[in-house]
């Protein structure tokens, strides 16, 4: 994985290594990642039971998961999109393949947070812009709430990470526009 490890650390992606595979859920949940690359043969189960694991739990099941595998023969690559996987890139890996997987899967969710679905600044600001520009046009009132959760981290810490992901995903509505409903 070190090499793998350099070649997306050349390309600006943030890295998280797992060397503990009994730590994937707690450092999965630390870092809330956009993308997850698994290896098909680890440890505790390999990666076609952990991609089912992952889109049966409720937070995680539209987490694009990239699976590295040496076997790509159609019944190896059937079992892992079978299991959930985004796509999967062929061992030896090609950087060139890797990164035009990496952007396909990104994409597909880009410009949302992941957990609450709601649009993030960059994917909001040309909409904001519009509406504001609309009701300025119309000379109609325009209404922007911040909210900031307060006891957030209590949350998190008494009743667990889950419990504090619940309250966000509950006031984003999870639904497809997020909070910024369209008209």
Known sequence: MGQLSRLLDSWGVEVTLLEEPQQ?????????????MLEMDIPYGGGIELCQQLRTNQY?????????????????????????ASDFVSKPIVGPEL?????GCLQQTQGQDFLTKVMDRHASMPMLKQRL?????????????VLRIKGLRQINAQYGLDAGD?????????????LIKQP
């Open 24 to 36: 994937f859920w707690p450092i999965l949940r630390a870092c809330c990642p956009d993308l997850l």
């Open 60 to 84: 995680w099941c539209d987490l694009p998961i990239i699976v590295l595998t040496a076997d790509t023969q159609a019944v190896q690559v059937q079992q892992l999109f079978a299991a959930g």
């Open 99 to 103: 990164r035009a997987r990496l952007q």
């Open 133 to 145: 520009q609309a009701a300025q046009a119309q000379q109609t009132p325009f209404y922007l709430a």
């Open 166 to 178: 619940a309250v966000l995903s509950s006031l984003g509505g999870n639904s497809d526009s997020g």
